[in-house]
């Protein structure tokens, strides 16, 4: 299994602002994925953060927007940037601990609000 | 593309079962996920199938058909602590082995 921590849990941001958000990992693990999902809704897929190389973004999200850093096996990050109020959502780091990997966990997530 | 069809609630009793479909469309099909979040929190991996059949864990079972593109949650002996969103998700080529998220299912449990 693996235990996934979130930095900050929660912010309220000024629009056109930046915001990073943080996810550790208490293991070392092969996939990690950063997911948005609003209040009620379903998960969307941001991007998989690849260690070493430049993420790997899902169709309508774009690296100047939400560029990913990702330096080792245990950690993320995500930037949101030049917000809107539109971005106000909650964003989930999570990870599978290798490529075959069928369960994937989740971090509790950071909630984002822009005003 | 790729597209799930779940109901967006369900509500039950204690101690009764529910059954939660889902309904999938995609090209390359490797498995049905299952995942449990209650408000506020983090999901939770409840299952996956790859082949035909009833997978059962305790009082939740899952079951797959890959000819009909159809799988179900049943949650048997409901408890209280079971009211959560469960959301299907498909992984597939299509998807790049990635997971793909239905809607969620909404389950209120009542006393």
């Known amino acids: 299994s693996a235990v996934i921590s979130q930095k900050p849990s929660r912010d309220i941001c000024q629009r056109g602002t930046s915001l990073t958000i943080q996810c550790q990992v208490d293991?070392?693990?092969?996939?990690m994925f950063w997911y948005r999902q609003q209040p009620g809704q379903s998960l969307t897929l941001i991007a998989t953060?690849?260690?070493?190389?430049?993420?790997?973004?899902e169709s309508g999200f774009v690296i100047d927007k939400f560029p990913i850093s990702r330096p080792n096996l245990t950690f993320s990050t995500l930037t949101v940037s030049n917000m809107s109020p539109e971005d106000s959502s909650i964003y989930l780091c999570?990870?599978?601990?290798?490529?075959?990997?069928?369960?994937?966990?989740f971090g509790p997530g950071t909630r984002l609000t822009v005003t | 593309g790729q597209s799930l069809e779940q109901p967006s609630e369900v509500t039950a009793v204690e101690g009764a079962i529910v059954q939660i479909n889902c309904t999938y469309q995609?090209?390359?099909?490797?498995?049905l996920s299952w995942y449990q979040q209650h408000d506020g929190g983090a999901p939770t991996f409840l299952s996956y199938?790859?082949?035909?059949g009833l997978e059962e864990t305790g009082r939740f079972s899952s079951f797959l058909s890959r000819s009909d593109s159809y799988g179900y949650l049943l949650l048997q002996e409901l408890q209280m602590k079971d009211s959560a969103s469960y959301f299907c998700?498909?992984?597939?080529?299509?998807?790049?082995?990635?997971?793909?998220f239905g809607g969620g299912t909404r389950v209120l449990v009542k006393p």
């Open positions: 999570s990870v599978a601990l290798d490529l075959g990997s069928y369960e994937q966990y």
């Open positions: 293991s070392q693990v092969t996939m």
């Open positions: 953060a690849n260690q070493g190389s430049e993420a790997t973004y």
């Open positions: 995609t090209s390359g099909f490797y498995g």
């Open positions: 199938n790859a082949l035909d």
């Open positions: 998700a498909v992984r597939s080529k299509a998807a790049g082995n990635k997971l793909t």
